[in-house]
């Protein structure tokens, strides 16, 4: 026990002591949670846009007041004419224009009927598949205001309700996979880079000779990396709610022990890179490569699964991650219980005790 | 068993597949000496002491180093062996004095222990004055002599030294070599490999592998005699050549 403390003091000292393993340590998960939250968004605010107004009276006046007085839009200029559009459109000044046709409110009277055109910039899809919801959002509201009083039979009015995330916040999307991919990358990465630093040195060649044995080597060297770990975890929990007031929903207890679990499968998966790479750039570009990018793409943090070619779906069922984000998404936004989780918890358990059984493996035969 | 020979080899083999990386090697090695094992890269050396010092299994041969078998008690090895890799391997990220408390505490000093050696030892290499420096700021030739002293922490029975001169200046090298003689003569046996013919002449005893195989085994001034060679170095030669 107390050559397993002077070991973990001295794991300590080389991760204090190296700026660089701190700033992934500690400085990269709080600048992705900042990033992530603040400016890497889905959310329009202010954005932009330009009227072409051929009618100028009552009615579109106030449709304009409605939109310039939403947080979402900034009225930039007035175009007078149709040809001045798309010269907006390539100076980049504006996202969108909203083109008014003549007699609007007259043909509104008359025909029970008129149109408004919302030409948006799709260079970026996505912003303008938001931008042209939140202007019929806009429109229809507006459109219920004058009809209050006006009795329509059959009139269908489908009414969304956004459940779990009423805002549709990202910051709600991203924190659970910034959270996994921290984890990862703090467990995994970190753990093999530190290993195979030892086999590089060549201390590792005068730890196994010593009386220490190979295990209680590995046991020491990831031991600091679980404790770390979940001081990060913690860490962005703490941010998501004070920062972003994202509210944890369901028990952090049970949030912490699917954590720690995942963080066991990331270091087990961290010693078996350590097993097959000799270099510590090996282990860094595998932990990249094999780890980091399945995360990001295939884990279900930024690209849905459900809308996968079916190939990248069953891929995507080998990624811990994936079944993390779902536990955690769970817990954190749903509040749900071990009941409604327990299925991915069993799968994320028989992962991490395959990596372990491998990873102890490997490492036996490399010492042979 | 004679207590006097602290490392017995017969038939020792290591084969890696269709390779024979040391072949049927047969040698003693007696308490307190200083015993070279020469021979070119790729010769077998490096498997040869791996198998010796518990972290490679033997293929076949018999062998005790302590009087502990290589095959069943490597773990009675370790803790009576010390070890010098060719690597300078001491943590370059901690200080003089964090290395020899981390190497006492994983040979399993007490604390006290640890203490009073790390004392000795700071004051013998005169590294008072950067005992809470980080090693990776000394000198190559320091960091060396420090590796060699952090080997002989727990006063093994034997040390086994891989190349441990490698890179260091001639003057490191002598002062080197003459810790290396207050250890024998402290009763530590050392078990060395080398590169430098020179150093050889220092051993009471070499043995030089060829492909393998133990070619020659003798104090230096027999081996002169036998190859009929002015220094060790012809005597090298004239067996590498065949």
Redesign the interface.
Known sequence: M??FI??I??EF??IF??RRSLFILFGMPIAQILLFGFAITNEINNVDIAILDHSKDATTKEIINKISASKYFTIKQMVVREADIASVFKKGQVKAVLNFEKDFSKNLIKDNKATVQIITDATDPNIANTISNYVNAILQKYQKELNKDITIAYQIIPETRMVYNPELKSVYMFVPGVMTIILMLVSAMMTSISITREKE???M????????KPFQVIIGKVFPYIFLSIINAVVIVMLSIFIFNMPVQGSLFLLGIESVLFIISALALGILISTISETQQTAMMISLMGLMLPVILLSGFIFPISSMPEPLQIISHIIPAKWFIIIIKGIMLKGVGIQFIWKETLILLVMTVFFIGLSVKKYKIR?? | MNNNKVIQVEGLTKMFGDFTAVDAITFDVEKGEIFGFLGANGAGKTTAMKML?????PTSGRATVAGFDVFTNT?DI??N?G?M??????????TVK?NI???G????LSRKKIKEKSDTLIEELGLKKVANT?VGALPLGWKQKLSFSVSLIHDPKIV?LDEPTGGVDPITRRQFWEMIYKAANQGTTVFVTTHYMDEAEYCDRVSIMVNGKIEALDTPKKLKEQFEAANMNDVFLKLARG
């Open positions: 107390k050559r002077g070991f003091k001295k000292f080389h002591r190296d040195l060549g201390t060649e005068i730890l196994l000779v010593s009386p220490i010492l042979e | 010092i518990g972290i490679s299994k773990e370790k803790k062996i070890y890799s060719q690597k300078f391997a001491l943590y370059d990220d901690l964090e408390t981390f190497f505490g994983i040979y399993g980080l086994f």
